[in-house]
């Protein structure tokens, strides 16, 4: 499947629309499930949380330049590892503090275990976060499952969590998200669902996943209000002892759908060897991949002059 700008709005309704998954459901879920398994990962739901700290260490700053490494992933509040590839929550509490403000609306189409949603929640943004995997959505039920009442907070968040694919976020309006922030799978590098759920991407062969990825594309661009930002962290992998840049591809798909390039923002990986190869013994003729890529796209405005970004978007 090859999808050009313009054949994208065709493709969406093809695929299955949201499903709210409301607190009612992650209890009467957790009233008889204390497990469930991400991939061959066992995690926990349903217990209360004991959370000690509401936010980073003291020593946090905001990130100023285009790397950006977290030697230690951030453990405040709910967050934990134990979801495979999950992202730091260094990464979205950055995104959101630099491009929204509080009350705006942020989107994580393929949110996991809601690492997201959590920074949402803490930072009195509201939230909607998306998963293929109904299990992962009770995972960000149970993450979101404490309580936050910040002394200078005004209203409650609201934070809505859905069961969806994010080729059709059909309950999100044209142009109305400040911000979708997001984490796709690296093709096939994490297994998800197994083959449980046809609509993971984690289960397709690269060319077909870059496919799906340009559809994902054209759904944030669609929901994400002109002038607004978009970010999408992903890696690379590697195969006979050469290098797959799925980045570029993935890079690619959100051009051609008309987003324009804000930043490549390189993040740096601290435990690679778990999380992307086996290796085995010393003896091998290639660098460790070590960073991932954190694009930032802006979708533009309609009368914006584009001439003046001509080589931030799909220019070939
Ligand atoms: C890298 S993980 C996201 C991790 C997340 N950032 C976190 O911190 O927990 C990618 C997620 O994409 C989900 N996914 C795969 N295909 C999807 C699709 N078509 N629509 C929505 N989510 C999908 C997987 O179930 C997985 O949870």
């Not at 044209?174 to 796709?184: E, G, M, Q, S």
């Not at 992998?237 to 490549?264: M, N, W």
Request: aromatic residues 10%; positive net charge; charged residues 25%.
């Amino acid at each position: 499947m090859s999808l050009q700008q313009g054949s994208v709005a065709t493709q969406r309704p093809t695929y299955r629309g949201m499903q709210l998954v409301t607190v009612e459901e992650y209890r009467r879920f957790t009233a008889v499930r204390e497990v469930v398994t991400i991939g061959t990962v066992p995690v926990r739901v349903g217990r209360p949380w004991r959370v000690k700290d509401y936010g980073p260490p003291e020593d946090y700053k905001i990130e100023e330049s285009t790397v950006w490494s977290f030697p230690s992933r951030g453990e405040w509040a709910t967050h934990s590892g134990n979801y495979r590839g999950n992202w730091s929550p260094f990464i979205p509490r950055n995104l959101i503090n630099k491009y929204t403000r509080p009350g705006e609306l942020v989107l994580d189409e393929m949110c996991g275990s809601g690492t997201t949603l959590v920074e949402c929640k803490l930072l009195g943004r509201n939230g909607i976060g998306v998963d293929v995997n109904p299990d992962a959505v009770m995972i960000q039920r149970d993450r979101l499952n404490f309580d936050y009442h910040p002394l200078d907070s005004q209203n409650g968040t609201n934070v809505r969590t859905y069961v969806g694919d994010a080729r059709n976020l059909d309950l999100v309006r044209d142009d109305c998200v400040d911000l979708v922030a997001t984490h796709p799978p690296y093709a096939g590098i994490i297994s998800y669902t197994g083959h449980r759920v046809d609509a993971d991407l984690s289960r397709l062969k690269l060319p077909d996943y870059l496919a799906a990825m340009r559809v994902v594309a054209a759904e944030a661009y669609r929901v994400l209000k002109p002038d607004h930002y978009c970010a999408v962290l992903i890696g690379d992998t590697r195969k006979a002892r050469h290098y797959i840049p799925i980045s570029i591809g993935v890079l690619q798909s959100f051009l051609s759908v008309g987003f324009t390039l804000k930043e490549d923002i390189i993040k740096l990986q601290h435990k690679m060897m778990m999380t992307r190869q086996k290796w085995r013994g010393r003896n091998y003729d290639f660098y460790k991949i070590a960073h991932e890529h954190l694009y930032i796209f802006r979708k533009p405005t309609g009368d914006e002059d584009l001439g003046r970004v001509k080589y931030s978007r799909k220019w070939w």
